[in-house]
């Protein structure tokens, strides 16, 4: 199982972000995507999950209406969309999927909100 994620950097408050995970090595449309993310000193938290056909979504309380989670299972990919920014929002964002007991991350994308 392999997750690549992409597309953090460095915003204004304010700013967007789109952040990619590329999956491979397991059977993508399969299963439940979710996002992380981890800011410096605190526990890693749930951002935003989406259901193996897309269907279903939910996310944290500190980013409904800002932020947007969606896959394309042929492109084996899970997106999110990061509207608003807020300087709170700086972490580590990771990409998750759980199989069976285990879950696998990718090697995270930096965001940095910050004028």
């Known amino acids: 199982v392999q997750l690549v994620e992409s597309g953090g950097g460095l915003v204004q408050p304010g700013g967007s972000l789109r952040l990619s995970c590329v999956a491979s090595g397991f059977t993508f449309s399969r299963y439940d995507m979710s996002w992380y993310c981890q800011a410096p000193g605190k526990e890693r938290e749930l951002v935003a999950a989406?259901?193996?056909?897309?269907?279903?979504?939910n996310y944290a309380d500190s980013v409904k209406g800002r932020f947007t989670i969606s896959r394309d299972n042929a492109k084996k990919a899970v997106y999110l969309q990061l509207n608003s920014l807020k300087p709170e929002d700086t972490a580590v964002y990771y990409c998750n999927v759980r199989i069976g007991v285990r879950r696998y991350w990718g090697q995270g994308t930096q965001v940095t909100v910050s004028s």
């Open positions: 989406i259901t193996s056909d897309g269907g279903s979504t």
